[in-house]
């Protein structure tokens, strides 16, 4: 029998619950969120309602011990489930670690967005097996806070981490900790855990993979040259090793072993805790009596909302004296989609000019036999700071 039963003569239905260790059952309308149904029908108002769109994090509870937006959960879809609030973790040790840590880090104010994010931060404490400040932001960063900036929450939430595992308290792992849909496990089903990444090339986004346009004209276009200290042939058999090529290139990854004229991979850019990947497949030509190739093609982001194609012709020339190369780019591309407000022709030449200096000084290495470099992460915001001193050095020296 179902534990969503509707009462006899109105649009309410009985649902069963367990809450905070205690099974109950509480009357619902059908379109109710659990965190109405916490507050209003079991007046347990830790659970603090903010946005009421899943953006803000206040309501987070535990749903089947996963953390979960109350305000986005219709209470009849909990029919059966353990439900923990803030109220039903006064006992929880970890809870009473971060509640210790939160105090001492000043990492609290008005109060109002706490109770969510202590139960985010449980969780954190629970997953991470280090305190790895860049994963906690990102594991907090679905819960807002307009007091305190963030610092002394994370400082809490390593601290406990740190603690923790100095004891040689282990992070859960296995079929109890899985990924997957928040409730799947309602009414005694099962998670089936995702693999987790193991490489670089793995954690980019299983987006689907852009399909080339037969007939492509660029939006914009611009010319990059680049000048290395290595004779002409040796550059441009380097330019023709894909992975050596990957790994000069900031942000860049394989996804896929590259076939002669194919390739396929991601680009990863950072911006604190902010990661977007775009994940793409390219064709690639070369003629070896000209040296000079050709590389079209395309590339979403992993939620397909912005788009980008693009072609890159270049050309590997004798240099400004003997022994050197001239790399001579022409390069075209369309973005579209939400990043296309960020992606002004000015900036983006200026943009590339940075990253291409980058890209030639990983090539240097190279050649020059000292050790490959680890794949670079794309930091758009150093570039931007960079962009942003040599034009004010450029208007003071007209001024």
Do not use: K
Not at 80 to 100: H, N, S, V
Not at 325 to 348: E, I, K, M, N
């Amino acid at each position: 029998m179902s534990a969503a039963l509707a009462e006899p003569g109105a649009s309410r239905m009985a649902v069963a619950l367990t809450v905070n260790g205690r099974a109950v059952r509480v009357a619902a309308e059908p379109r109710s969120h659990l965190g109405d149904v916490l507050r209003d029908g079991l007046d347990l108002t830790g659970t603090h309602l903010g946005c009421e769109h899943g953006v803000c994090g206040a309501c987070t509870i535990l749903l089947d011990g996963e953390p979960a937006r109350a305000c986005l959960t219709f209470a009849g879809a909990c029919a059966g489930a353990a439900i923990t609030t803030i109220e039903g973790l006064d006992t929880d040790a970890i809870a009473g670690e971060l509640r210790a840590a939160f105090n001492r880090e000043h990492a609290l104010q008005c109060g109002y967005c706490t109770p969510g994010m202590l139960v985010a931060a449980r969780d954190l404490v629970l997953r991470l097996p280090e305190a790895d400040e860049r994963r906690i932001r990102v594991g907090l960063s679905g819960n807002l806070c307009r007091c305190t900036g963030y610092a002394g929450i994370v400082r809490a939430v390593m601290a406990v981490i740190a603690d923790r595992r100095l004891r040689g308290i282990p992070p859960e792992s296995g079929a109890g900790r899985a990924l997957g849909p928040v409730g799947a496990r309602i009414g005694g089903g099962t998670v089936t855990p995702l693999p987790l990444p193991t490489s670089p090339a793995e954690s980019v986004a299983p987006a689907a993979v852009a399909e080339l346009s037969a007939s492509f004209v660029p939006a914009h276009s611009f010319t990059q040259v680049l000048d290395l200290a290595h004779p002409p042939e040796a550059v441009f058999a380097l330019l023709g090793d894909i992975e050596a090529v990957a790994a000069c290139l900031p942000g860049a990854v394989l996804t896929a072993r590259p076939t002669p004229d194919t390739v396929e991979g991601g680009l990863q850019v950072r911006i604190g805790p902010i990661a977007a990947t775009f994940r793409g497949r390219a064709r690639i030509a070369r003629d070896e009596a000209a040296r000079s190739g050709s590389v079209r093609g395309a590339g979403s982001d992993a939620g397909g909302r912005s788009a980008t194609e693009g072609r890159i012709r270049y050309r590997v020339e004798v240099g400004p004296t003997p022994g050197t190369a001239r790399v001579a780019l022409d390069v075209g591309y369309t973005l579209t989609g939400p990043l296309a407000q960020f992606g002004r022709p000015g900036l983006v030449r200026d943009l590339a000019g940075r990253i291409a200096a980058e890209f030639c000084r990983n090539l240097d290495a190279r050649l020059s036999g000292v050790a490959a470099p680890a794949p670079a992460g794309l930091d758009p915001l150093r570039l931007i700071l960079g962009l942003a001193r040599a034009r004010l050095a450029a208007w003071f020296g007209r001024a």
